[in-house]
């Protein structure tokens, strides 16, 4: 199987992982084995990769690539398990890559892009509730919410009620049947700034696949699995995902939180987490030879004792 997947932040997210070539590495959303098979080539004979993924296309590919590897460990399993997949191993180094995969946007039959005409699907696991379950099954208001919550859409109101109208005579069954809906449910004026449905296919996206509800739990739950001195680095691509992210890691390297007018310190707590970087972005090579890293941050945090 083809599964092309440009990976952002590339060496910057190798680099921060200081691998070490006896250690135990996660790649908890390792898709095309891109940044996995960096991490085998820096590690040792005894070192160990555990490579998660929820996408069956996905495993496919990664027992393709890397599972004859003696030091690779594949899960078929959502990030959110990283506890019982580690079953009590604690990890140096844990990446998590956020979002869709080039392959999923690119690969037309999974109805994640408005670009081409596909049956509204979006699953990321491939089974489940779809994109065609939320938009026509969902009501005016449940479709609203979730656009302005998850998209940031602020037309979220008009494409509810488009859509609700819409599927009133006939099921709306492909991507391009919503994106259009989308479309003319926008302004004129406000269709120039790219395309009207980016938010809408965002947001029913992260519905579909509960992207967000799991992802602090996750955060917190990775970085219970580091070791002391271990690293977390996590890659996001919308200001939702990456303010979930942004506020854990603060969390982790907050010390004392006690009042201000307190003379000393009485709470006793101490910083778990030092953050190494503050969220990398990509540089203008990168931007220009791949336009999706225009939203990646990267941001890495260190486990202290």
């Known amino acids: 199987m083809e599964f092309s997947h440009i990976s952002v932040l590339f060496n910057e997210t190798i680099e921060s992982l200081n691998i070490k070539p006896d250690g135990l590495y996660v790649d908890c959303t390792c898709g095309g084995a891109g940044h996995s098979r960096a991490i085998l080539e820096k590690m040792g004979n005894n070192g160990t990769l555990v490579a998660i993924d929820r996408d069956p296309d996905a495993i496919e590919v990664i ?9 690779v460990q594949i899960a078929f399993n959502t990030f959110d398990n990283i506890k019982s997949i ?31 005409d596909a049956f509204l699907d979006m699953r990321m696991s491939k089974t489940g509730k779809s994109a065609y379950d939320v938009v026509n099954g969902y009501s005016e208001k449940e479709l609203s919410d979730i656009l302005f919550k998850y998209g940031e859409e602020k037309f979220a109101r008009r494409i509810a009620e488009n859509i609700v109208k819409e599927r009133a005579s006939a ?32 947001a029913i996206r992260i519905e579909v696949n509960d992207e967000l509800s799991m992802l602090s739990g996750a955060v917190q739950d990775m970085f219970d699995c580091l070791k002391i001195g271990g690293i977390l680095s996590i890659i996001t691509f919308h200001s939702l995902e ?17 009042p201000k007018e307190f003379p000393v310190c ?23 030879d791949n336009n999706r890293s225009r939203s990646a941050r990267l941001r890495t945090v260190e486990k202290i004792g």
Not at 86 to 112: C, H, K, P, Y
Request: charged share 30%.
């Open 86 to 116: 580690l079953g009590g191993r604690t990890a140096d180094g844990i990446l998590a890559d956020l979002g869709v995969s080039s392959f999923q946007l690119d690969n037309a039959e999974r109805g994640f892009s408005f670009h081409n």
């Open 266 to 288: 009485v709470c006793g707590r101490k910083p778990q987490g030092k953050i190494i970087n503050k969220g990398l972005t990509a540089g203008e090579k990168e931007l220009n």
């Open 171 to 202: 099921p709306i069954e492909t991507t391009l049947q919503l994106a259009e809906i989308v479309k003319n449910s926008y302004p004129a004026k406000f269709r120039r700034d790219g395309h009207p449905a980016r938010k809408t296919f965002q």
């Open 63 to 71: 027992n393709e690539r890397i599972g004859s590897d003696e030091r």
């Open 242 to 258: 990456d303010r979930i992210v942004k506020e854990k890691f603060k969390e982790f390297a907050q010390g004392c939180i006690c």
